[in-house]
């Protein structure tokens, strides 16, 4: 065994795997297979709030291809690059170069290149990268059908109608919903890393779920009871699932919002090797009004914990405005867009954009 995956999450066999081989259609999934699968996910997500799924019809051919098209992207000239920028706050659809995502607590910059793709029929790199869409949106489209898949199979595993959960994501990569298709290419890095580089700041993702891809094992990292960060490790051909903050208020606590990050690996070997990720973060339909599944017992609740907890009725885009707004980078990334590419990279800016007002 690779020596990098010796001290895993996996490697101890602390993550449920869940085979969904012979699930059927997603239209009109096998109901005992279904079932199966419902019961496992519901115990994985209950007691550990992630998941392996092996046998989804996703192929490894598919994934290289859309990691090799965002090689190609990031290799394209900055000012070509600058007319995919993310535009943020109100917009998550758009490039983000290295370095520029910044945790103003933490003093934290992430060396990363990301594309978001919220919606297809809106501004993508066609012109610059033929086929960019057709290669990216097949995979996206792919990834759109597991979620409906795993949306049928949270809701069995739930004693729920399986719809219930489907029938609230019916507008994933369309208008009026925030399901956001993320490919992440991470670059080598030297043996000199400076201060405070990371690859992904720690936190939990907004939505109902996400389902996560890579290429390789490279620092992803989850957060146990206790506050101690443990390495999930590399399952090849597996999509990864985790609990979002959605889910977490939707079944009053029952599954738990799974806090993760990215670090720059220890091994030398490991750093120094370019690394992809597809991340495909689950969002129900704008209009959605999340109401706690209060059949559900959770534990009590301390009244400092209210604010974590809190399970009040709320629109799934007031929710995504809210958490917008405590991300607090989102103020970093309005300051420098304009300055980031007529300066060639963020360490060029004038260091007194990065101060707070």
């Not at 996910?41 to 996703?58: A, D, P, Q």
């Not at 965002?70 to 007319?83: A, I, Y």
């Not at 594309?115 to 759109?144: D, H, M």
């Not at 959605?288 to 301390?302: A, G, Q, R």
Request: net charge positive.
């Amino acid at each position: 065994m690779d020596n990098r995956d010796v001290d895993s999450m996996l490697s101890r066999n602390e993550i449920p795997i869940v085979d969904i081989a012979h699930m059927g259609p997603v239209t009109t999934p096998i109901r005992p297979w279904l079932q199966k699968a419902a019961d496992q996910l519901n115990k994985s997500l209950s007691n550990k709030g992630l998941v392996f799924i092996v046998n989804h019809g996703i192929t490894e051919e598919k994934l290289q291809a859309v990691y090799s098209t965002m090689d190609k992207f990031c290799s394209l000239p900055d000012e070509h690059k600058s007319l995919y920028s993310l535009n943020p706050p109100d917009d998550n659809q758009g490039y983000i170069p290295p370095n520029c995502r910044l945790n103003i607590e933490t003093k934290q910059k992430e060396a990363r290149h990301s594309y978001s793709i919220q919606n297809f029929a809106r501004k993508i790199p066609e012109q610059e990268l033929p086929g960019f869409q057709e290669i990216v949106s097949t995979l996206a489209y792919e990834f759109c059908r597991l979620a409906r898949l795993i949306l049928q199979i949270v809701a069995v595993g739930l004693d729920l109608n399986p719809n219930i959960f489907l029938n609230a994501h019916l507008k994933m990569l369309k208008e009026d919903n925030s399901t956001t298709f993320r490919m992440i290419y991470y670059p080598p890095l030297g043996q000199n890393i400076e201060p405070g580089v990371t690859r992904c700041r720690e936190q939990t993702d907004y939505g109902t779920f996400t389902l996560f891809a890579q290429d390789s094992e490279g620092g992803l990292e989850v957060q146990r009871s206790g506050g101690m960060w443990c390495k999930v490790g590399h399952l090849p051909g597996a999509i990864l699932v985790n609990t979002g903050d959605l889910l977490e208020q939707w079944t009053s606590g029952k599954y738990l919002a799974l806090k993760h990050r990215v670090t720059v690996p220890e091994h030398y070997k490991t750093r120094t090797r370019a690394r992809h990720s597809i991340a495909f973060f689950v969002h129900p339909d704008d209009s959605t009004v999340i109401d706690p599944l209060t059949f559900i017992k959770s534990k009590p609740v301390l009244e400092m914990e209210l604010p974590k907890h809190h399970l009040a009725l709320v629109t799934t885009y007031h929710h995504w405005q809210r958490r917008l707004k405590k991300s607090r980078f989102i103020k970093l990334l309005q300051r420098l867009r304009q300055h980031i590419y007529n300066r060639g990279s963020i360490e060029a800016t004038n260091p007194e954009l990065l101060k707070e007002n």
